[in-house]
């Protein structure tokens, strides 16, 4: 289901959904901009399993890095560097 961005903003009202935190100005005609936490979990294992309860690694991004980071793209290459060192 898409739905509008007046939709996201009722729904999110009456509860249904839950963004917390929510900010107005982060919701698109169809979507929500969500933000990335300091804080990222990476699965430890390469092959998964959905069956199997999978392991994983938290990785704290410090705040001298978070300017590095200004996409998905930054985002992902940051996470491979630091999650096996």
Same mark, same amino acid.
């Given at each position: 289901?898409?739905?509008?961005?007046?939709?996201?903003?009722?729904?999110?009202?009456?509860?249904?959904?839950?963004?917390?935190?929510?900010?107005?100005?982060?919701?698109?005609?169809?979507?929500?901009?969500?933000?990335?936490?300091?804080?990222?979990?990476?699965?430890?294992?390469?092959?998964?399993?959905?069956?199997?309860?999978?392991?994983?690694?938290?990785?704290?991004?410090?705040?001298?890095?978070? #300017?590095? !980071? =200004?996409?998905?793209?930054? *985002?992902? #290459?940051? !996470? =491979?560097?630091?999650?096996? *060192?």
């Amino acid at each position: 289901m898409i739905l509008t961005g007046p939709e996201i903003i009722r729904q999110h009202g009456l509860g249904t959904i839950r963004i917390d935190p929510f900010n107005v100005d982060q919701v698109n005609p169809n979507s929500y901009n969500f933000r990335l936490g300091r804080t990222v979990k990476v699965y430890e294992n390469d092959v998964l399993d959905p069956k199997v309860r999978q392991p994983t690694v938290s990785i704290e991004i410090p705040d001298e890095d978070t #300017e590095q !980071i =200004k996409t998905v793209k930054d *985002a992902v #290459e940051y !996470i =491979k560097a630091h999650a096996k *060192a």
